[in-house]
């Protein structure tokens, strides 16, 4: 059973890819926000498409993250099934062919994080603005949080409960 805290947390591969060992500000922000979820008791949630953009991007540091969240049982995996629901709002948000685009590649973030606790850590910025675009006409999207590890607010919220909120500016 997930406590109170707990919250099942989508995180894109770019995360994983970007946590390198590096003293850059991104790749710190990275580190630290993977940290976080460990150190609060959060888990990661994951499909195997998920795992798979893991496997082929992670870093170092994310790889071992990832053998520690396994070996302390943090690791949830999931099996989306409402695929079809989101394509047909997807195809009814008067998207761009651009747009388009980038909402299919990850789609599969949005489909595990709507199975879990709606939340997504990513640093793809053209993907949140699609994603908030399509929210505007589906109620259901508009909760799925989508969080910037660089945001200076991430720590907060991930210690708060990682919980949605209209005013959070993450």
């Given at each position: 059973?997930i406590?109170?805290?707990?919250?099942?947390?989508?995180?894109?591969?770019?995360?994983?890819?970007?946590a390198?060992?590096?003293?850059h500000p991104?790749?710190?922000?990275?580190?630290?926000?993977?940290?976080?979820i460990?150190?609060?008791c959060?888990r990661?949630a994951?499909?195997?498409?998920?795992l798979?953009?893991?496997?082929k991007?992670?870093s170092?540091?994310a790889k071992?993250?990832l053998?520690s969240?396994?070996?302390?049982?943090?690791?949830?995996?999931?099996k989306?099934?409402n695929?079809?629901?989101?394509?047909?709002?997807?195809?009814?948000?008067?998207?761009?062919?651009?747009?388009?685009?980038?909402?299919?590649?990850?789609?599969?973030?949005?489909?595990?994080?709507?199975?879990?606790?709606?939340?997504?850590i990513?640093l793809?910025?053209?993907?949140?603005?699609?994603?908030e675009k399509?929210?505007?006409?589906?109620?259901?999207?508009?909760?799925?949080?989508?969080?910037n590890p660089?945001?200076?607010?991430?720590?907060?919220?991930?210690?708060s409960?990682a919980?949605?909120?209209?005013?959070?500016?993450?």
């Open positions: 059973m406590g109170k805290m707990s919250r099942r947390i989508v995180i894109d591969a770019d995360v994983a890819q970007a390198g060992e590096t003293h991104v790749s710190s922000a990275c580190r630290r926000a993977l940290e976080d460990r150190k609060i959060h990661v994951m499909d195997e498409r998920v798979e953009e893991w496997k991007h992670q170092r540091f071992n993250w053998a969240m396994r070996s302390k049982r943090k690791v949830f995996f999931i989306p099934t695929i079809e629901d989101l394509t047909e709002i997807l195809e009814g948000a008067g998207l761009s062919g651009k747009q388009n685009e980038v909402a299919l590649k990850d789609l599969h973030l949005v489909e595990v994080a709507m199975a879990s606790d709606l939340a997504i990513s793809d910025k053209k993907a949140r603005a699609v994603f399509v929210s505007r006409s589906s109620p259901r999207l508009k909760k799925v949080v989508w969080a660089t945001s200076t607010e991430l720590h907060e919220w991930l210690q409960g919980r949605f909120s209209e005013t959070i500016g993450l």
